[in-house]
């Protein structure tokens, strides 16, 4: 259990970094934003795009904290049963299999949606602000 409880950790880690960066990008596109209007100042079409991607980044963050997030209450279900009884532990093994790729298939997913709008490759209508 203790490299669950390890896994767990840096699981953890990695939410609350990508938390951080998450605010961030959301502090700059704020302060451009700031910048353009004390200075009366409008964008382009390319720079608008630029301001996209950082919306498009955080997007992407939130999907991984979401499935890192399903992944964690995933092994909590484990760590239990394994004090439990090793039979439901090797099922809850099997589920948490089962559900970690369904949360990793689910995070492709919302990459997918938003990767191709990123090198223009795809054009679904989805409209930024």
Known sequence: MQFLNT???LLEH???VERETIALTQEAQLRFVRY???????????????????DIIAQQLSATIEAIESAQEHMQYFIHAF??????????IEKMHVKL??????????????????NNEIDDGIEFF
């Open 7 to 9: 896994l767990n950790g």
């Open 14 to 16: 990695v939410k609350t």
């Open 36 to 54: 353009l209007d004390k200075n009366g100042l409008s964008v382009d079409d390319e720079t608008l795009e630029a301001m996209q991607y950082q």
């Open 83 to 92: 004090g439990e009884d090793d039979a439901i532990a090797a099922q809850s």
């Open 101 to 118: 790729n369904t949360a990793l298939d689910k995070a492709k997913e919302k990459y997918s949606a938003f990767s191709g709008k990123v």
